[in-house]
């Protein structure tokens, strides 16, 4: 009888993956990120371990969202105190912030837990079309 292979840090290797965003939706890009942060197709998956692999994203001021989104979508935030409550559209985030919009998108598809906020780490995001990763080799990833 087979025993169940459980990953071990070190026994693996992260590969580092690029990905282009330009007119891409939103959540269909956030949610293959997270898989791949997440190492689940990779055949040594583990649940417990963080198997999964870097991945920068370029071209991140030009995600599309679908519909009226771009208007209607409202982020939360909460300074703690009575009354301070701030909230901002997915429009005034992207010219503000356009990487802080994928990553709200990838942090809400991992777990609530430790581990998925190592794995967030591994995702870097870029407006431009350049990144300083080039000494990685990064493989392009068509989504």
Same mark, same amino acid.
């Not at 356009?98 to 609530?112: D, Q, S, Y």
């Given at each position: 009888?087979?025993?169940?292979?459980?990953?071990?840090?070190?026994?693996?290797?992260?590969?580092? /993956?690029?990905?282009?965003?330009?007119? %891409?939706?939103?959540?269909?890009?956030?949610?293959?990120?997270?898989?791949?942060?997440?190492?689940?197709? %990779?055949?040594?998956?583990?649940?417990?371990?963080?198997?999964?692999?870097?991945? &920068?994203?370029?071209?991140?001021?030009?995600?599309?969202?679908?519909?009226?989104?771009?208007?209607?979508?409202? /982020?939360?935030?909460?300074?703690?105190?009575?009354?301070? &409550?701030?909230?901002?559209?997915?429009?005034?985030?992207?010219? %503000?912030?356009?990487?802080?919009?994928?990553?709200?998108?990838?942090?809400?598809?991992?777990?609530?837990?430790?581990?998925?906020?190592?794995?967030?780490?591994?995702?870097? &995001?870029?407006?431009?079309?350049?990144?300083?990763?080039?000494?990685?080799?990064?493989?392009?990833?068509?989504?």
């Amino acid at each position: 009888m087979k025993t169940t292979q459980v990953a071990k840090e070190g026994e693996f290797t992260r590969d580092w /993956y690029l990905v282009d965003v330009e007119n %891409k939706v939103l959540g269909r890009v956030a949610t293959e990120i997270a898989s791949i942060l997440r190492g689940k197709k %990779k055949p040594i998956y583990t649940p417990s371990v963080d198997t999964g692999d870097f991945v &920068i994203v370029v071209n991140a001021e030009k995600i599309a969202l679908t519909g009226n989104k771009l208007a209607d979508k409202t /982020y939360y935030s909460h300074s703690g105190f009575p009354g301070g &409550i701030k909230a901002i559209t997915a429009g005034k985030l992207i010219e %503000k912030n356009a990487e802080e919009l994928i990553r709200k998108a990838v942090k809400g598809m991992l777990p609530k837990n430790k581990l998925a906020r190592h794995m967030l780490s591994k995702l870097k &995001i870029y407006t431009g079309s350049e990144h300083p990763h080039k000494a990685q080799m990064p493989k392009k990833l068509e989504l």
